[in-house]
């Protein structure tokens, strides 16, 4: 009974979703208040009714309901709690319904901004969530219901969840992906929002940029949590694979990276306008294609959990209407000509302009990398080819090495232009302490470098260097300069950013930047770093032997045999010996008992500096096990990097002015509830199409 | 860098996705992992000679299977473990088959342990007319087997005219095996 009632809360929210579509879009071009209004409280529906059907799927979960399908194919009576409620998203339909619970957040948090936005733009941006979410719920009732039962015949136990996906980094990694992924929706339904109403303004881009960030930095979190559970689960000590799948996850990410820089250039300087809102398109329709490469089995791995034709179909009709219908809004409504705004080559907008093309260049090497392959087996008629990691390595490494390269100059340039003579001496002092960094760093590890590390560990300490030195130079600002208007700072153009620093303060958005920056060289290091100085082997040990790797004695134990919850395990025993310290490393390998399926689990001791990692093989003759050691120096750092980098993302969103309520010119819209014109206005407009008492024209949208 | 674009350029992003969906349409058709496209199909089923799993009573110990006792009529050839929990989904449907229709089903019971493959079949009933036994999977690498479970129906001159990877339910039955069954049992009359 308990699962009907899942069941039909989810049929509830998708006619509630269908309400807010409907509400939103109607409401706001007919000028109706009232279904505006009903479509906003219609969130509130969804979210009681979605976030009920999922609490009833983790009841069934705990309660080992197996006369639900989905519970008797993915979980087990012996399976510890903990997991059976990571199982209720570990596998398709339930993974399903977890995106449909955040999209359904993520609707609420707008919903609940309100008095942020004007009346109708909230309630365009509402709708086309509302229609996105009406089509993830129809999805999810109609081609993947997690409470399907199992009846008259329930199995007595569960077929248990996949023990690759018995891990604390799979409880964690799907929720954090999904947040990004779809929390993209959010800049996604503003610009279309924007592109209906025609004011795709600087007021657009203020709006957006808060909510930007937050899924970026949940999607960057997403991305290490799971690069960081390939190194230790999957047993290979790789981080990164440029696996189809991880290039999903990848792709929205390199579009959500340059959206964040270009959003900066259009709220700023109000241009960028047209190249901005494609963005944001881009990165929410790349966050799709990503949920239908992993989802529809187009390619087989251990993330496509679930294949069904059905499915497949209906993500990509679902693609393909709300893609190629926003790209045909973008065609129609976009304009052209930018508002003449001029910049020199050396002024911020020149750089993030370059931060944009590096990025989509990038996403393009991406794209062509993940769906080559696909288009040749359908173009040759079924012959398979890899592209693999040196095509992605050949195109990606000097991209952001470039990246880095400008990272080092551009975000101590003023807007429209600076002058030379200052630039060039603050980056002599960038470019000395990154040499320098270049000549010690291999004295300090005492290992020689390829000139391809030694150039990215000098590219980090430019990075670091430079913005360590603007943070220290707006510190020390004495007030007489400070009162002056800094043309170097960001901001400067408005009052309030002046009385900030009038305080003494630097603004949070200017920490965000330079932490995730930091963030950014600190990934580039350890990249690096690990690249080159890693140890792989493996070796064949028989218990008692010693083998010294990388500065690193292993001495091998033997084996012993012990028991999990839901596995039997056979854990070997190394003693290792790195320099004066002493530890034990079990790795093991887990027999589970309701799938039989054999699970490697490495054993790793994690440093700031080095991880040593051991993993079992296969047994040989005798007592022999073949082994395999690593030792990987700096490996960390690429993960704590993408942290610095979400960090700075949160702090930035965390800036005041993102408070702010609605301006005084938006507030007017409120009393006049006329739908804008169905043309587009003047540039940098919006508010000047809208004609008191107005009913006319309208028109319909695109 | 869209300072100067004109009007048609702004639907070049459209006219980058169109293709891609397109390509994407295709990648799903051919790619579908559940009909991926055997070498095998067409071809007669491999010779080999293998083992049984449990001889039926009064049969001889040492018999060994071969080609030869896969011809004559329409039969399945499913690829199954005990280690693999897909077959255990499957298996209720084989049974079905087994009860409902005249179909016969042999198995090919791969790298897996005999002792528990037996248990296995006891406890949950057995659909198989005989299972050959491949213990260290060298038909199932003759067979091209990605994975348990994998089913062939081969016709009655052991061609094979039909091959799935993963589970075989309800909807796989009717849906493919089915018309392919009774297209077989038309070309023999």
Redesign the interface.
């Known amino acids: 009974m308990i699962p009907e009632l899942g069941n039909f809360s989810l049929v509830l929210a998708l006619v509630l979703s269908a309400i807010t579509g409907a509400g939103g879009l109607l409401g706001a071009r007919a000028g109706r208040v009232r279904w505006m209004r009903a479509a906003a409280s219609a969130v509130s529906g969804q979210l009681v009714f979605v976030a009920l059907a999922f609490v009833v799927l983790v009841h069934a979960f705990v309660t080992d309901d197996f006369s639900v399908a989905y519970v008797a194919?993915n979980s087990n009576s012996l399976l510890p709690w903990y997991y059976k409620v990571s199982a209720v998203w570990g596998a398709h339909e339930g993974s399903f319904l977890l995106w449909v619970l955040i999209m359904t957040v993520w609707m609420t948090a707008v919903a609940v901004r309100r008095r942020h936005l004007p009346l109708d733009f909230h309630a365009r941006a509402l709708g086309v969530m509302g229609l996105l979410n009406l089509g993830f719920l129809s999805f999810l009732v109609f081609t993947s219901n997690p409470f399907e039962r199992l009846l008259p015949?329930a199995p007595a136990d569960g077929?248990?969840l996949n023990p690759l996906l018995q891990d604390f980094g799979l409880i964690v990694h799907p929720p954090m992906l999904y947040t990004g992924y779809v929390g993209f929706s959010v800049a996604f339904a503003f610009a279309i929002a924007a592109l209906l109403t025609g004011r795709l303004d600087s007021a657009w881009a203020r709006w957006s940029r808060p909510w930007t960030n937050a899924a970026w930095a949940f999607l960057t979190v997403g991305i290490a949590l799971g690069s960081w559970w390939a190194y230790y689960e999957l047993g290979w000590g790789g981080w990164w694979f440029w696996d189809p799948v991880e290039n999903a996850s990848f792709m929205p990410w390199l579009a959500g990276t340059a959206l964040v820089h270009s959003l900066a250039v259009t709220e700023k300087r109000g241009t960028?306008k047209?190249?901005t809102a494609?963005l944001a398109?881009?990165a929410f329709?790349l966050s799709l294609?990503g949920a239908?490469i992993v989802r529809?089995?187009?390619?087989?791995s251990v993330h496509a959990f679930a294949?069904d034709?059905a499915r497949?179909?209906f993500i990509?009709m679902f693609?393909?209407v709300v893609?190629?219908g926003s790209?045909?809004l973008?065609?129609?409504r976009?304009r052209?000509?930018?508002a003449g705004v001029r910049y020199g080559p050396f002024s911020r907008e020149a750089f993030l302009?370059l931060n944009?093309?590096l990025f989509v260049v990038a996403l393009g090497v991406v794209?062509l990398g993940t769906?080559y392959p696909?288009?040749y087996?359908?173009?040759s008629g079924?012959a398979k080819i890899s592209i693999g990691p040196p095509w992605f390595n050949t195109f990606f490494v000097p991209l952001m090495l470039l990246v880095a390269l400008a990272l080092g100059i551009g975000p101590f340039l003023s807007w429209k232009r600076t002058g030379i003579a200052t630039l060039r001496r603050r980056l002599a002092w960038s470019a000395g302490a990154g040499l320098a960094l270049g000549v010690l760093l291999p004295l300090i590890l005492d290992e020689a470098l390829s000139p391809g590390t030694l150039l990215a560990v000098v590219l980090a300490g430019w990075v670091l260097t430079g913005h360590g030195l603007d943070i220290a130079r707006r510190m020390r600002l004495p007030d007489a300069v400070r009162r002056k208007p800094d043309p170097g700072a960001p901001g400067h153009d408005g009052k309030r950013a002046r009385r900030s620093r009038r305080a003494g303060r630097i603004p949070l958005a200017y920490w965000g930047m330079t932490v995730a920056h930091a963030g950014f060289a600190m990934s580039l290091l350890g990249v690096a770093l690990t690249h080159e100085l890693s140890v792989e082997k493996d070796i064949r040990m028989v218990p008692g032997e010693a083998a010294e790797h990388g500065g690193v004695v292993f001495r091998f134990n033997g084996i012993v045999s012990t028991e999990g919850p839901n596995y039997v395990s056979r854990s070997g025993r190394f003693e290792v010996a790195d320099g004066d310290r002493r530890l034990l490393l079990v790795p093991e390998k887990r027999q589970y008992l309701?799938?039989?399926?054999v699970m490697t689990e490495a054993a790793i001791d994690p440093g700031f500096f080095k991880d040593i990692y051991v993993s079992l093989g296969e047994p040989l003759e005798g007592d022999a096990w073949a082994v395999r050691v690593y030792v990987k120096p700096f490996v960390r750092w690429i993960w704590f990097g993408a942290l610095l980098m979400a960090f700075g993302g949160t702090l930035a969103l965390a800036d005041k002015r993102y408070r702010r309520l609605r301006t005084t010119d938006s507030t007017r819209v409120r009393a006049l509830p006329a739908s804008p014109a169905h043309a587009p206005g003047p540039a940098g407009t919006g508010i000047a199409d809208y004609a008191p008492g107005s009913n006319a024209p309208r028109g319909k949208p695109g | 860098?869209?300072?100067?674009?004109?009007?048609a350029?702004?639907?070049a992003?459209?006219g980058i996705?169109?293709p891609?969906?397109l390509?994407?349409?295709?990648?799903?058709?051919?790619?579908?992992?559940?009909r991926l496209?055997s070498a095998l199909l067409g071809k007669p089923f491999p010779e080999f000679e293998a083992g049984l799993l449990d001889p039926a009573p009064g049969v001889p110990a040492n018999l060994r299977a071969s080609r030869n006792d896969l011809l004559g009529e329409p039969l399945l050839v499913n690829v199954w473990a005990?280690?693999?929990?897909t077959c255990?989904?499957e298996h209720?449907e084989l049974m079905r088959i087994r009860a409902e229709t005249a179909l016969k089903i042999v198995g090919v019971n791969y790298k897996d342990d005999p002792d528990a493959a037996r248990r296995w079949l006891r406890e949950f009933g057995n659909p198989y007319v005989f299972n050959i036994l491949d213990s260290d999977g060298s038909l199932g690498v003759e067979l091209g087997v990605y994975g348990a479970p994998e089913t062939f129906l081969l016709d009655t001159t052991g061609t094979i005219v039909y091959k799935r990877v993963?589970e075989i339910t309800r909807q796989v039955w009717l849906d493919e095996l089915l018309p392919h069954i009774e297209r077989i049992r038309a070309a023999d009359d």
């Open positions: 194919h015949l077929s248990d960028f047209s190249w494609l398109i881009a329709s294609l239908f529809s089995g187009v390619l087989t294949v034709p497949g179909m990509l693609l393909f893609v190629g790209l045909t973008f065609g129609i976009a052209a000509v930018a302009l944009n093309l794209l769906l696909l288009a087996e359908a173009l079924g309701a799938g039989g399926s | 860098m869209r300072t100067n674009l004109s009007r350029g702004l639907f992003p459209l996705f169109l891609i969906l390509i994407g349409y295709y990648g799903f058709q051919l790619e579908d992992p559940h496209p005990t280690w693999c929990p255990k989904a209720d993963g």
